[in-house]
């Protein structure tokens, strides 16, 4: 074990932080009971005070993991379709990581795993999602007009008095 590997500690004793020593079964102790597990977890989410943002951050990576492994793109691909209909959206994947591969290697030889992660950092995707947010204005407009034109307005209801 290096020292990154080691738990993080209080102080420079190397003692671990209080919080999670409930989680070291080092010296062959049995796992929590899930009741246990639960006290634990409502008393650290009680004392944390960003408690709900890292629920919500670990509870999504959870749902994303889980859809992932259990159905691959197709999985992904509803769970975009899903979120556009409860958003309100109209989502499309503007890169993927197989096109940056390619560019890559073709142009370079070069294959780097991390391409994707190091890519939402480069200012030409920040210059992309601008020139797509100035789009998206001009097309709402554009799509709202071929609506109008191409549909028939519903017929306002009148009432009859009854």
């Known amino acids: ?10 102080d420079d004793t190397g003692k671990p932080d209080d919080m999670f020593e409930f989680l070291d079964f080092s010296d ?3 796992a929590p009971t899930s009741q246990e597990l639960a006290l634990w977890l409502s008393e650290f989410m009680g004392k944390e005070k960003h408690a709900r943002q890292m ?13 992932w492994s259990e159905f691959g793109v197709e999985g992904m691909c509803e769970l975009m379709v899903a979120i ?18 390619d560019q890559m290697f073709n142009n370079y030889g ?6 994707i992660y190091k890519a939402r950092m480069c200012e ?3 210059e992309l999602n601008k020139k797509i947010f100035r789009l998206r204005r001009k097309y709402a407009k554009l799509i709202a007009e071929e609506i109008i034109t191409k ?7 009148t009432s009859t008095g009854d």
């Open 1 to 10: 074990m290096n020292e990154q590997d080691e738990p993080s500690s209080n």
């Open 28 to 30: 062959d102790e049995s």
């Open 55 to 67: 629920y919500q951050r670990n509870f999504l990576s959870l749902v994303v993991d889980r859809a």
């Open 84 to 101: 556009d209909k409860r958003a309100g959206w109209i989502s499309d994947i503007i890169i993927e990581d197989a096109d940056i591969h």
């Open 110 to 115: 070069v294959y780097d795993d991390d391409a």
């Open 124 to 126: 030409q995707t920040t």
């Open 151 to 157: 549909t028939k307005p519903a017929k306002p209801k």
